[in-house]
């Protein structure tokens, strides 16, 4: 029996292919009116008459997701009490709909517009603005949607949709129960060690495969010096249902067999930064694109944060043993990403252990060692140099210098990024290029705010009116992650 639309074969694929809805992740996220058995077994013996309608089919026989407003419709309101008054807007309860939606067992927050389900990474930016608005209570439930989410898959999934299963997110999780332990005391961490652990062993698992035959099995990648370091991938090697159309379609303009560019493409959706030329051989060539080949520096830097919060916690249960072996864990993937990652030149860079290179694209993600303290005094102040002449804009830092195209390029900038990148200069001293970074970010937001009425998902750090384009889909509103990251920016001294 099919549970989801992206199950339907043929009909599934005709409607994407044919676009009738205008964005590919609609159909996916549609609500059939009837068992989808009925439903395709009335389109394989309809489809072939003379007056079939494939569109008044599709609206027959499903529901179509709804859209929140989330505008000040009064004009009235500053930023920080349309944001306020957004958290009941972009909060989801438990729901039985049958549709592809994977029912929580709380409450969440989604990011808002064509993202109606919780998402894995969005969480934790959103989060900082949700204790900035004194909401334990709700980071509290969305932890323990992601508990019940790890207990039930053995992993956070990129959403709560099933055609998310195969593939997470950056893992958050280990700062997530961090915050809340900021607010609820460090017996938190206690509490949530088992599904801490449940994350690593997700991450982690394949290692025990690897060979110097066999470098790489599922996230994990042995380097030549033997240690082990991680990737992004996903289980599948098949289009993305929410795009794909836009999947088929690259498919014919690459010289890579399908399945690879599918897990490419899936994997870079698992990295969150969908898409960016960083993952590409070819800055211009989304054709070229391997991310399953790369060793990504961010990843690293937030799993390092996970072995750290897992020996801090068995310490502070008093299992020297545990924390110590996670503390020689989290000691040799410093190393590593110091060893691998660093260039001479003064900058992080990802790794392609296929070629066994330094990728040579500067991106934000530069910015994640700063904020897990991983570099040195002096690796700092090379980075925020470089930060400070190539990368920080009229709007805030973009996230990279590159104009591919890609949304996930210049002249974009992303509230995740802003904050990473602010959080990290300011580890290392650097206070004024952090708050004039903070400052022409959050003016960029206001600047589109008091325009629009909005909150958006990107920024075009680059030009005056700081509205965004790029990408697979337009500009989203809301949203998540900038809400939480601008409240968290203005209670920030």
């Known amino acids: 029996m099919k549970s989801s639309v992206h199950e339907l074969g043929a009909l599934f694929e005709e409607v994407q292919m044919k676009n009738i809805l205008g964005d590919g992740k609609t159909f996916p996220d549609c609500i059939p009116k009837r068992s989808l058995d009925e439903i395709n077994e009335e389109f394989q013996l309809t489809k072939a008459n003379p007056d079939f309608d494939l569109t008044r089919f599709v609206a027959t026989n499903f529901e179509l997701p709804k859209a929140e407003s989330t505008s000040y419709s009064g004009g009235k309101a500053t930023a920080r009490e349309h944001i306020e008054a957004l958290w009941e807007v972009l909060t989801r309860y438990p729901s039985d709909e049958l549709s592809s939606q994977i029912t929580l067992p709380h409450p969440y927050v989604v990011p808002g517009g064509r993202f109606r389900e919780i998402y894995y990474w969005d969480s934790y930016f959103t989060m900082l603005g949700l204790k900035a608005s004194g909401r334990i209570d709700l980071i509290q439930h969305m932890i323990n949607n992601f508990v019940y989410l790890i207990d039930r898959y053995g992993y956070i999934p990129n959403g709560n949709r099933t055609y998310f299963l195969g593939r997470s997110q950056p893992p958050f999780f280990s700062l997530m129960v961090k915050l809340l332990a900021e607010a609820k005391g460090q017996a938190t961490l206690e509490h949530y060690l088992n599904p801490l652990e449940k994350e690593y062993s997700f991450w982690m698992s394949g290692s025990k495969e690897l060979s110097n035959s066999n470098r790489a099995v599922k996230r994990t990648v042995l380097l030549p010096n033997g240690v082990i370091l991680n990737r992004y991938w996903d289980e599948n090697n098949t289009p993305r249902p929410e795009s794909f159309k836009e999947d088929i379609e690259l ?187 903070k400052s022409r970010w959050v003016t960029a937001n206001l600047k589109v705010f008091e325009k629009t009425g909005k909150m958006t998902e990107k920024y075009d750090v680059w030009n005056k009116n700081a509205e965004a384009s790029g990408g697979e889909y337009p500009n989203q509103d809301g949203f998540g992650w900038t809400n939480g990251v601008f409240l968290a920016l203005n209670s920030t001294n």
């Open 251 to 437: 498919s014919h303009q690459t010289h890579q067999k399908p399945e690879e560019l599918f897990r490419h493409l899936r994997a870079a959706a698992e990295s969150g930064w969908d898409f960016s030329s960083r993952w590409f051989k070819e800055v211009n060539s989304f054709a070229s694109i391997h991310t399953a080949e790369i060793i990504p520096v961010d990843l690293n830097c937030l799993l390092l944060h996970l072995e750290l919060t897992l020996s801090d916690t068995h310490r502070q249960m008093g299992l020297a043993d545990k924390s110590q072996k996670y503390l020689t864990l989290a000691e040799q993937r410093k190393k590593a990403i110091q060893d691998f990652c660093w260039d001479g030149t003064g900058f992080y860079f990802d790794y392609d252990y296929i070629i066994a290179k330094r990728k040579t694209s500067k991106t934000l993600a530069a910015a994640f060692p700063l904020f897990f303290k991983v570099a040195t005094e002096q690796q700092a102040a090379n980075i925020a140099a470089t930060l400070k002449e190539e990368f920080l804009k009229p709007g805030g830092f973009t996230t990279t210098p590159e104009f591919s195209g890609q949304q996930w390029d210049a002249p974009n900038g992303w509230a995740p990024l802003q904050w990473i990148t602010f959080r990290g200069l300011l580890n290392y001293g650097f206070d004024e290029l952090a708050n004039e970074a």
